[in-house]
């Protein structure tokens, strides 16, 4: 993320990038996980506070937890309809790319913000 | 119709299709299945996109360019049928990734671990299809598991394991039905010959759950009902996939696969616990 997108996110989001930034720095010093499992731990399911708990296109309806990670209470489950891995950040072998997908509406739910916490 | 029962959600279904019978299903939401790309790319080029979900390709030995330009966005499974010797065919199809979400879907046969690895370094996700894996093969979801654990240049999932890690890291575990695009509630698959069924291991199964019965009375009513599954520490991750099609699997093996993950969560939650803050 570019410090001219930082410094347009309101404060908290600031505050949740850095932290999810400095959690996935430190899973990486150890040396001991892939970066499929840090990004799905710090990544996936992050509901960014203050957004609409309501998906769109038709996705299903996101919950949080309040532990960071979040689910779909309503379906359809498959991997046809929710947010999974292929609308997610992963990492190209020198930094985290998150993947320009096309904002089909029936994979990418309105709710789901993924453009900023990974870079 | 096999596997199901009075129908008023019928809308709601995804109707996983051969391309030959797209014209059959207008107005459902489809998931077309083809060995041909070219077929796929030019019988649906009128087809509203937001009527098709995805699109499998059975045959890895074709040549997947026709896609490239076709519904860009639309993901795309990679159908493996014998892994250890149909690896080298992915590397033909990795230009799909510059325009669809593609995984690979891997039987988990004698040799896959092979095709897992070289999947994942050409970055595909991967999807293992686990039937119902004898000891030998446990062995190797072993290793092949602890390759997407802690191999730092892993960066794309491997289904089931990621979702499973997860549900136990966030203690909010989904059923592998769920997981593995499997769920009855949504998901109908239409044979070459236009009979449906419920999905994957559950085809030709007559069920006596109601249509718009939730996933937790499918396993409750039908999906966990063995033996076994009753009192089983891994149900809720589970939901008795493992006791199908053959009822009397046990499921020893694939209970060591789950405490593994169970194990890496609570590693995961450790080492979090421990960043400075």
Known sequence: MSEKQSESLPGDLVAMDIEVRERREFLLSLSKWSKAVIGGVLLGGALVPGQDAKAQGGAGVWYNSGRGWGGWVEGPWNWYNRPRWYNRPYWRGYDW???????????NGGGWYNGWYNR | MAGTTADPSMNEFIYEVPVERVAAHQGQRLIIRACEPAALATALTGEPPEQIVGARLLSLD??????????????????MTD??????????????????????????????AKAVKVAISLNFAVWLEPGQPEPALIEELVEVMAF????????????????????????????????????PRYLRVVDDDGAESLPGRLAGVVATVAANADLGEWIARLLATADECQGCEFLAGCGGYFKWPRRDYPCV?????????????????????????
């Open chain 2, 83 to 112: 892994p250890d010797t149909e690896f080298p065919l992915l590397y033909r199809h990795v230009e799909l990734l510059d325009h669809h979400p593609t995984r690979v879907i891997i039987p988990v046969r004698p040799g896959f």
């Open chain 2, 148 to 183: 997407y654990l802690r191999q730092p240049t892993v960066a794309q999932p491997v289904e089931f394991f990621h979702s499973v890690l997860l549900g136990f890291y966030h203690d909010d575990p989904i059923p592998l039905w769920v997981v593995l695009d499997t769920d």
């Open chain 2, 253 to 277: 093996g694939v209970k060591h696969l789950f405490g593994l993950l169970r194990e890496a969560a609570a590693e995961l939650r450790r080492d979090l616990g421990s960043a400075p803050s």
């Open chain 2, 62 to 79: 074709t040549d997947s360019e026709p896609l490239n330009t076709w519904a860009p966005g639309l993901p795309v499974d990679l159908v």
């Open chain 1, 97 to 107: 790319y998150d993947r320009p997908w096309y904002n089909r509406p029936w994979y």
